[in-house]
């Protein structure tokens, strides 16, 4: 009888904790696919991580001509000389990028809805930007990897400096990023490279600096510009970072990218894990159960004690009767007789 009541206790408990199962599955998996899609909205292009800037930064001198399709576009091609390479290659990050910034040419408060890391791009880096110990790097950060920076479309020199530097980084090509107060420039192979105007100076910062005049056939057409631009390439410039500092940043970049898959893929993966559990302990307990037993009108089985019809027991005596009957193979009757006694008894008589 023992062996009946924890057959009866054993029974709705697991049930209830299979339906548990599914139920918590179901959620996290839903959770989880709900969250894919938000972390897989901005790559995907659905949605905008970022505001547009405004249209007269957009149609201006420095503003967007030619959206770059492929990072690797910008890539030297075969047999292509290395001076006219530089020279495509900074005017077509310049076409790809807007030159904008909400106050003048300085960062401020107002430009951090557009430097700051967007939840829909990086949501990791985005909660990490609200800490005081990030504030700083992540409300106005630079990205160093080329085809987050231009789905990004706009930022200053030191920006679009950074996403020359990388290209050619990539391919082997010597480069330096060098900044003054006023401008950042790529110097590459005795070549000035300014993609923040559009413009490639065919001599080296040095020269430049030695006679700042040489560079207004150049910038012709940002006239205004010209008087700030002497300025800048007069004074000394100091390299922007280290090749090995890049690689720092652009490794901590691809890192973040990767982990913001994570979360999502891991509350699928439980949710998955949660109902197979579930379902498999359903079965289980499905398959744990006794054979029915008829409670009347059954004809006598003498094979099969569990037929045997105990019109008058209680629930408890034919589930009793069933198991002797199913782990010894002999079916009782309800006074506790074998059946096929009780028939050869009357025989006898």
Request: aromatic content about 12%; hydrophobic content about 40%.
């Amino acid at each position: 009888m023992n062996d009946a009541f924890k057959i009866r206790d054993r029974r709705p408990r697991l049930s209830l904790i299979a339906a548990l199962l599914r139920t918590l599955g179901v959620f996290s998996a839903g959770v989880g696919a709900a969250f894919l899609s938000f972390v897989s909205a901005y790559p995907l292009g659905l949605v905008s991580a970022y505001p547009a800037p405004p249209a007269s930064a957009i149609e201006g001198p420095l503003g967007f001509a030619r959206k770059v399709g492929d990072v690797e576009d910008l890539y030297r091609r075969e047999s292509e000389p290395m001076q006219a390479y530089l020279e495509r290659l900074t005017t077509a990050v310049a076409g790809g990028m807007v030159h904008y910034w909400t106050e003048g040419d300085r960062w401020a408060a107002a430009d951090v809805p557009y430097t700051r890391i967007g939840a829909f791009d990086n949501y990791l880096l985005w909660m990490l930007s609200f800490r005081p110990e990030y504030r700083k790097n992540l409300q106005n950060y630079e990205f160093v990897t080329p085809r987050k920076a231009l789905d990004r479309g706009y930022g200053f020199c030191s920006q679009v400096s950074k996403i020359v530097y990388s290209v050619l980084a990539d391919q082997g090509i010597e480069a330096t990023i060098y900044s003054a107060p006023e401008h950042t420039v790529v110097e590459s192979h005795g070549n000035i490279l300014d993609s923040d105007y559009g413009v490639f100076v065919p001599h080296s910062l040095e020269d430049v600096q030695q006679d700042p005049s040489m560079i207004d056939t150049y910038y012709a057409q940002f006239g205004p510009m010209l008087p700030l631009l002497k300025r800048a390439y007069g004074q000394a410039w100091q390299p922007l970072g280290t090749a090995e500092d890049f690689n720092v940043v652009r490794a901590y970049e691809a890192k973040f990218e990767r982990l913001k898959w994570a979360p999502p893929l891991m509350l699928l993966a439980l949710g998955v894990l949660l109902v197979s559990g579930g379902t498999l302990l359903g079965r289980r307990e499905k398959n744990d159960r006794p054979a029915s037993l008829p409670i009347s009108g059954a004809a006598p089985d003498l094979n099969f004690g569990c037929s045997w019809p105990f019109v008058n027991s209680s629930r408890l005596t034919r589930t009793y009767a069933c198991r002797y009957a199913m782990r010894y193979g002999k079916p009782v009757s309800e006074d506790g007789r074998r059946p096929n006694d009780a028939v050869r008894k009357s025989s006898d008589d």
